[in-house]
Structure formats: C-alpha cells, structure tokens
C-alpha cells in the first residue's frame, strides 16, 4: 500500500514542525495545513490521505467542524484530535462524532508514533470492514438477480417439458408456486426466502422427468412397488437441481422433504414436527392442495371447498398446524384461491 499520508492541521507552525519530524521517522509522508479551510485544500489535492491530524482550536473553521467535514466528504480517511490539556472533553466528544482518537500537548515523539500508528490501524480495519460488507451486499444483490434471471427464464423450462408430456399436470408447477408463497406470506416470510419459495414451487416436479410414464399416467391404484417407485422422483429432482441451484437451498429443502409428514410418517426420512424445513412444510400443503384440486387419471378433482375441509382434517398428523393457519389466512385474506 506504500508510506501513508498524514494531513497535519495546526496554526502553530512549530506544533506541525515537530509532529512531521515525529511521524516522518515511521516512513509517513507528511503535508500540512494552517487552519480548516487549508486543510480541506489540501484533501481535495491530495485524496490518498490516511490521517488527518487537527488541533481542536482554530480561527475560521474549528477542528470539531474539520472532523464533520472530512467525515461527511472523505469517510475512509481517519482523524485524531490535538487538544491542550483544559480541553479532554472536547476531544472526547470528537470521539462520538467519529474520531480515531486525540493527543494531548504538549506530546512526546514516541507517544505520538504509537497512537498514530495505531490510529492507522484502526482505520485499515473500518476501510476493510466497509469494503466486505459493500462485497456481501454486492454478492446478495448478484445472487438475487440470478435466481430472478433462473427463476423466470430456465426453471420453467423444466417445468413445461413435464407438463407437456403429461397433459393432466398442465400448471401443476405455477399453482403449487403461487399456493406456497401466498401461505408464506402469511407466516411472516419475505425476501429472498420468499423468491426461493416461488421457485422450489415450480420445480418441486422435475424428478417425474424419471419416473416410468405407465407408473404416472395408470388408471388404477397403484401397488406398493409403484408407490415406491413414484416417490423416487423427489431424490431424483435433488440430484439434478442441486448443481443448478448451489445458491437456493430452501428450493432444494422443499423439494427434498415436501413429502414429510408433520407425524414423522412421511419420505424420505420420516422426520418429525419441526425438525421439516418451514418450507417444506408449506410445500406439503400446497402440494396436496393442488393435487386434491386437479383431475387424475384414476379419479375426479375435489371442489376446492373440500380441499380446504380435508387439509383442516388432516392439520397435526400430515401438516404443521401452523402452516395450516396460514394457509386459512391466506384465503380468508383473499391470496390464495384455486389457480386456473
């Protein structure tokens, strides 16, 4: 990063004499100032600056209006404060206002090396904690945008490739997706957790791409082997959308254990109550919505009235009890009602 810069900022001449003669000993490169209005002159010149040191009392511009300058225009440069000694309270207060710290006159050489050298420090730490949270922001924001981009433009790919082979799943996926955000919402889900809700609802499917077409279009019950088999899907559509969805890991949750049950009866790992992701507890319900709606092949669409009824029905053994409290909510609240 080379030799730092230090603005020194004094009316006495030998003050700032004898702080350059203290700091240049540390490879510093000193430039100096007479007063507040030189001393922002000198910034504008000289933006590379580290460290601004002021003395409190100045005509024209004081060091506490220096400080609120310099903070307000240059936030990643550091400011110490130099008081005398009937003024500790001022330059505390400087602290409040974002100071580093302040020295005392008169000062000793080694004195003011160390806590300058410490202020430096100090304000290497806040430039490189500022620029790490910029960096997160910055990655949250891209991360938002893919999702957004895969969400609107690939995902829905899959989904329509499935429900063009099966005629009878036609808008299963954006039913499922709209059911499952809409009960979200009402449980205080917002954000991004809500975006990859929407978006585990569209692919929650895509493991069907390999289950056997005589298993998903059969007429009939099926027997306990083609049970098995159906419900394979789920792992299947983890393995293809985990190298696509590294950044979405409640989608994958929901699309990995929407087939719990609250009562641990569930597949793949009969987990228990809470111990089901949230949203794939509010997939399962979804799901079954959608499901109970819509016509199969081996039997008639419920009326949508008599979903809800049998979802209530079934609230603490196949669903969290919660989720169907939001899910009630969100159809008394006018969000939810049976998608076309």
């Known amino acids: 990063m080379g030799n730092p810069t230090i603005l020194i900022v004094d009316s006495d001449q030998q003050v700032r004499q004898a702080l350059v003669q203290a700091l240049e000993r540390t490879g510093a490169v000193c430039i100096e100032a007479d007063g507040g209005v030189q001393a922002l002159a000198q910034l504008a010149r000289h933006e590379e600056t580290a460290l601004v040191l002021t003395d409190v009392r100045m005509e024209l511009m ?3 209006e220096l400080l609120t300058r310099v903070r307000s225009r240059w936030p990643d440069i550091g400011v110490m404060m130099i008081t005398g000694m009937d003024n500790t309270k001022i330059a505390v207060h400087c602290l409040s206002l974002g100071a580093l710290d302040y020295l005392i006159k008169p000062f000793q050489h080694e004195e003011v090396r160390a806590r300058v050298l410490a202020a430096l420090d100090k304000r290497r730490l806040l430039v490189e904690h500022r620029i790490y949270q910029e ?11 893919q999702l957004e981009r895969f969400f609107q433009v690939s995902l829905p790919s899959m989904a329509e490739a499935l429900e063009s082979k099966y005629p009878y799943m036609r808008g299963h996926s954006a039913r499922v997706s709209t059911y499952a955000t809409a ?10 957790d809500l975006t990859q809700i929407a978006l585990g609802g569209q692919v929650l499917d895509v493991g069907k791409l390999g289950v056997r077409d005589d298993v998903l279009q059969k007429a009939g019950k099926l027997t306990d082997e083609e049970y098995a088999h159906v419900m394979t899907y789920a792992p299947l559509g983890l393995r293809i959308l985990e190298p696509l969805l590294e950044e979405a890991p409640i989608a994958l949750r929901m699309v990995r254990s929407h087939h719990e049950r609250f009562d641990g009866r569930g597949v793949p790992e009969g987990l228990v109550g809470e ?6 507890r509010i997939a399962a319900v979804a799901v079954a ?9 081996y039997r008639p ?6 979903a809800v009824r049998e979802i209530v029905r079934c609230s603490g053994t196949h669903f969290d009890p919660r989720v ?4 009630l909510a969100a ?6 009602e049976r998608a076309p």
């Open 62 to 64: 004081d060091g506490i």
């Open 135 to 145: 960096t997160l922001r910055d990655k949250a924001q891209v991360h938002a945008r």
């Open 183 to 192: 009960i979200a919402s009402e449980l205080r889900v917002g954000g991004d």
């Open 275 to 280: 111990a089901i992701p949230l949203e794939a």
């Open 289 to 297: 919505l959608n499901a109970m709606t819509s016509e199969r092949p």
């Open 301 to 306: 669409a419920m009326t949508f009235d008599e």
């Open 324 to 327: 169907v409290v939001g899910f």
């Open 331 to 336: 159809i008394k609240a006018g969000r939810l």
